[in-house]
């Protein structure tokens, strides 16, 4: 395998361990806000909201839980670690390669 293909396979898993990152960050970032009662009439906390609901589509309300507060910890925690996790898995092997 050539290094110049060796570098852009290389590149590529560092672009997508990035999006991965920015992705949980987005949910995590969301997650604090909720748990802080940030005000939802503010545009970066809108902004933050739609795209973290946007990001968390499959997981929203899996949960079942009485307070919402935990609903919101479960559901898009639960994104942000799998979005993490096949980031990371996908890099890995891109870097393995």
């Keep these: 395998m050539s290094p110049r ?6 590149q590529a898993a560092t672009v997508i361990a990035i999006v991965a990152y920015v992705m949980a960050l987005i949910l995590g970032l969301w997650i604090l806000m909720y748990l802080l009662d940030a005000n939802r ?36 925690g639960l994104a942000a670690v799998v979005y993490l996790f096949v980031g990371h898995a ?4 891109l870097r393995r390669r």
């Design 5 to 10: 293909h060796r570098n852009g396979t290389h």
């Design 41 to 76: 009439g503010n545009d970066l906390v809108g902004f933050v909201q739609e795209t973290a609901r946007w990001l968390a589509g499959w997981s929203h309300d899996l949960f079942t839980f009485d307070e919402a507060w935990a609903r919101v910890v479960a559901g898009y």
């Design 90 to 93: 996908v890099a890995g092997r």
